[in-house]
């Protein structure tokens, strides 16, 4: 994508990302141009017309597009990371979804429902909170416990109870309304349900398990991918933050109201923040790309790798908020006015942090 398509999209999201907030969703516009650029395909392959693209750079457009819009990156991570199990999925069923130019994935990561064996596939009950996309989405995920048909929890070789993920079309779900959030309100995040839903065999998968094809990356471990992930958003909110804050200080410094003294001390506390994101962000990108190049050259990653990758995914993100929280008191009164564009930045940044991902630092 080259300096010209960026400065447009950009450019776009902008125009459109304060309406989108009032309308609870991403504007038609902003959908549009997700479409056009298969940006919730991001992870499909070709075959199915997906975009193809890695997760090293998939990792970087993401930064850019949460730094351009909270709730657009928000949504495209989420729904073209669930886009990722296309490469679970049975082939005729992947198709079959894929053949629609609009294809949208949303879901969530916790278990919500049961699914009971029959002779023919699968019944299904039940209800899943924050699917991210949900008012445009066409295909959702949906984790269940397995049930016999008497009820009783099927369970592994440990003895565990066996969770299968399932795909569900849009017509076979209720949306339940219920994302009364103070920020990334765009996203839409709904939860949804089913209830007594028969779906055949073909619509459960494994993640990390089951690979259908032969494209590189879908071995890539699904907490790390989920961990790095949210981390760009965070990261790409902060940066639009920070500009914002810099921005205000200055136009409110030009009217006499600070002295030399404290303009001095704010460009400090501004410098040592940036200073702090941008370092953080390189060893972030070090550590990462490090990971992947063990996955393409030896077909693993070491647990130590991995552990490395979680660890700086939320050393970064709660360096972000704790950024937004330590420059928020130089923005003036427009920073806690909720139609300002500072105010949304703030607001979806500390909604991002409350994932829980990266509750913890360590």
Same mark, same amino acid.
């Given at each position: ?47 199915? $017309? @997906?975009?193809?693209? =890695? ?8 930064? *850019?597009?949460?730094? %351009?819009? &909270?709730? #657009? ?38 278990? $919500? @429902?049961?699914?009971? =064996? ?8 039940? *209800?899943?909170?924050? %699917?991210? &996309?949900? #008012? ?227």
């Amino acid at each position: 994508m080259d300096d010209t398509l960026t400065l447009n999209w950009q450019e776009k999201v902008a125009k459109y990302a304060a309406l989108s907030e009032e309308m609870g969703k991403l504007h038609p516009e902003i959908l549009a141009l997700a479409y056009q650029e298969n940006w919730f395909k991001l992870f499909v392959p070709e075959v199915y $017309g @997906g975009a193809n693209k =890695k997760l090293p750079e998939i990792l970087r457009l993401e930064e *850019q597009l949460a730094e %351009a819009d &909270g709730s #657009l990156g928000w949504t495209v991570t989420l729904c073209a990371g669930a886009g990722w199990f296309a490469g679970f999925l049975d082939p005729g069923l992947a198709t079959e979804i894929f053949a629609d130019n609009e294809v949208c994935f949303a879901g969530s990561g916790a278990v $919500g @429902g049961e699914a009971v =064996k029959t002779g023919k596939g699968y019944l299904i009950n039940g *209800q899943w909170n924050y %699917a991210s &996309g949900a #008012l445009h989405a066409t295909i959702f995920t949906a984790n269940c416990f397995l049930k016999d048909e008497n009820g009783k929890d099927i369970l592994d070789e440990k003895d565990e109870p066996v969770i299968k993920s399932f795909i569900l079309k849009k017509a076979e779900v209720r949306i339940l309304p219920g994302w009364s959030y103070f920020g990334l309100i765009a996203t839409g995040s709904h939860a949804f349900e089913v209830k007594n839903l028969e779906v055949s065999e073909n619509r459960t998968f494994t993640i990390n398990e089951g690979i259908q094809l032969t494209d590189s990356g879908f071995d890539y471990p699904f907490l790390q991918l989920a961990e790095t992930t949210l981390a760009v958003n965070s990261l790409g909110m902060t940066k639009h933050f920070i500009r914002l804050v810099e921005k205000s200080f200055h136009a409110r410094s030009s009217m006499k109201r600070f002295t030399d003294v404290q303009i001095e001390f704010f460009t400090a506390e501004l410098n040592r923040c940036k200073s702090k994101v941008q370092a953080l962000r390189e060893q972030f990108f070090t550590t990462f790309d490090k990971s992947w190049a063990e996955l393409m050259e030896n077909g693993q990653i070491s647990d130590a790798k991995l552990t490395e990758v979680s660890a700086i995914s939320r050393k970064l993100a709660h360096a972000c908020w704790r950024t937004a929280g330590i420059l928020f008191p130089y923005c003036g009164l427009e920073a806690a006015k909720k139609g300002s564009e500072i105010n949304r930045v703030w607001r979806d940044i500390h909604t991002a942090s409350q994932h829980g991902l990266l509750t913890f630092e360590v």
